[in-house]
T-cell receptor, first 118, second 114 residues
Framework: GAVVSQHPSRVICKSGTSVKIECRSLDFQATTMFWYRQFPKQSLMLMATSNEGSKATYEQGVEKDKFLINHASLTLSTLTVTSAHPEDSSFYICSASAGTGNRKDGYTFGSGTRLTVV | AQSVTQPDIHITVSEGASLELRCNYSYGATPYLFWYVQSPGQGLQLLLK??????LVQGIKGFEAEFKRSQSSFNLRKPSVHWSDAAEYFCAVGAPSNTGKLIFGQGTTLQVKP
């Protein structure tokens, strides 16, 4: 089945530094990937939609200059948290759709990245 | 606006007992409906999905869900719960007309007693 690999699974960084999170579709091409954020004991909130070869679409309230998204190939999307601060600490999860991107497939999720900013 | 409500934040059941997790949605038409399961510190795994047709959907791990249009509900059920089912369960809706993004409910934490 479709597999989405997310790396790293856990990262601790100092306040003010930037962190890059990778999301790869291992056995399929994904023209669209999604980035979610999950606070402890809470649901997933969509941050942005990553489109291969074009600019990402950000949800209302998400700072595009802080959360940089690059989708340079059909199998890789990256999320860079710039100038991270403790309030950016969270669980970040990406998802992608297998095959032709038909939303009926249900999206495959990565295993998530736990970011801790100290 | 689309929304998803999972009324039960936390549910505890005994192993072997039946389970029902509730999900209600708000949407002008019939959305695409999903149930996902998340183990601690892990990503989400798709349990089942509904788009059209038979309102009773079978999924993996012995789960099923029933779409009830009149109640705007998509409740998840399992006849006999196993200890390994303890996890966080999310109901999600996706509108057929948009780019495919999902809106998630708040989640229900399932605890299984031995």
């Amino acid at each position: 089945g479709a597999v989405v690999s997310q790396h790293p699974s856990r990262v601790i960084c100092k306040s003010g530094t930037s962190v890059k999170i990778e999301c790869r579709s291992l056995d399929f091409q994904a023209t669209t990937m999604f980035w979610y954020r999950q606070f402890p004991k809470q649901s997933l909130m969509l941050m942005a939609t990553s489109n291969e070869g074009s600019k990402a679409t950000y949800e209302q309230g998400v700072e595009k200059d802080k959360f940089l998204i690059n989708h340079a190939s059909l199998t890789l999307s990256t999320l860079t948290v710039t100038s991270a601060h403790p309030e950016d600490s969270s669980f970040y999860i990406c998802s992608a759709s297998a095959g032709t991107g038909n939303r009926k497939d249900g999206y495959t999720f990565g295993s998530g990245t736990r970011l801790t900013v100290v | 606006a689309q929304s998803v409500t999972q009324p039960d934040i936390h549910i505890t059941v005994s192993e072997g007992a039946s389970l029902e997790l509730r999900c209600n949605y708000s949407y002008g038409a019939t959305p695409y409906l999903f149930w996902y399961v998340q183990s601690p510190g892990q990503g989400l795994q798709l349990l089942l999905k509904y788009f059209s047709g038979d309102t009773l959907v079978q999924g993996i791990k012995g789960f099923e869900a029933e779409f009830k249009r009149s109640q705007s509900s998509f409740n998840l059920r399992k006849p006999s719960v196993h200890w390994s089912d303890a996890a966080e369960y999310f109901c999600a809706v996706g509108a057929p007309s948009n780019t495919g993004k999902l809106i998630f409910g708040q989640g229900t934490t399932l605890q299984v007693k031995p």
